[in-house]
């Protein structure tokens, strides 16, 4: 069965600080990859997707994520994080079998310190 | 832009009551789903349907059904609520494999 790991539960960074999120997934075959975030009281709202291509994709609010198909890893990335950054994020993972559902890794909260 | 919306923000409830959580999408998408989302747990699919009068289980269908009569609307139910269904429920409809989610229900079972 597909599973997606994100490596940390909680991260917490000073502002300018660069971030790195992980995740992992488990299935072999063809997949799309997302991010989702969750600032504090609103709605999961898509970050970026990867579909195919270029392996560096790009989002919104200069997030960017990599996929590396060897590793089975869709690190999420940005250089210098602002207090409003402070949201949950989701990994992500879809099969191309029209059969599999999507499926979310755990979330990792992070906060950033002012 | 997407909008998808749910009935209620808020809800509590007692055990033993049948509850209803609407959720409606405005945008024609075929699928749509419901998930609960608990703390350290992530997302849990609870059911998906891919079309009007069409439903699939998800993860975690006990205690749960839904109804999909018209192809906007996707109803999630809660036969007679329990304490262990505590939690925020989400609703979100896909277009070519993009979930767009709904605001949440927060819903408490007394």
């Known amino acids: 069965a597909q599973s997606v790991s994100q490596h940390n539960h909680h991260v917490i960074l000073s502002e300018a600080a660069s971030l790195e999120l992980g995740c992992n997934y488990s299935?072999?075959?063809?997949?799309?990859l997302f991010w989702y975030v969750q600032y504090p009281g609103q709605h999961l709202q898509l970050l970026l997707k990867?579909?195919?291509?270029?392996?560096l994709v790009k989002g919104i609010k200069g997030f960017e994520a990599e996929f590396i198909k060897s590793k089975f890893s869709f690190n999420l990335r940005k250089p210098s994080v602002q207090w409003s950054d402070t949201a949950e994020y989701f990994c992500a993972v879809i099969s191309m079998n029209r059969d599999d559902k999507i499926i979310f890794g755990k979330g990792t909260r992070l906060h950033i310190l002012p | 832009d997407v909008k998808v919306t749910q009935s209620s923000r808020y809800l509590v409830k007692r055990t033993g009551e049948k509850v209803f959580l609407e959720c409606v999408q405005d945008?024609?998408?075929?699928?749509m789903f419901w998930y609960r989302q608990d703390p350290g747990l992530g997302l849990r699919l609870i059911y998906f349907s891919y079309d009007v009068k069409m439903k699939e289980k998800g993860d975690i269908p006990e205690g749960y059904s839904v109804s999909r009569e018209k192809k906007e609307r996707f109803s999630l139910i809660l036969e007679s609520a329990s304490t262990n269904q505590t939690s925020m429920y989400l609703c979100?409809?896909?277009?070519?494999?993009?979930?767009?989610f709904g605001p949440g229900t927060r819903l408490l079972v007394l």
């Open positions: 945008m024609d998408h075929e699928n």
């Open positions: 979100a409809s896909s277009f070519q494999e993009a979930q767009y």
């Open positions: 990867y579909f195919s291509g270029d392996p």
């Open positions: 299935y072999g075959g063809t997949v799309n």
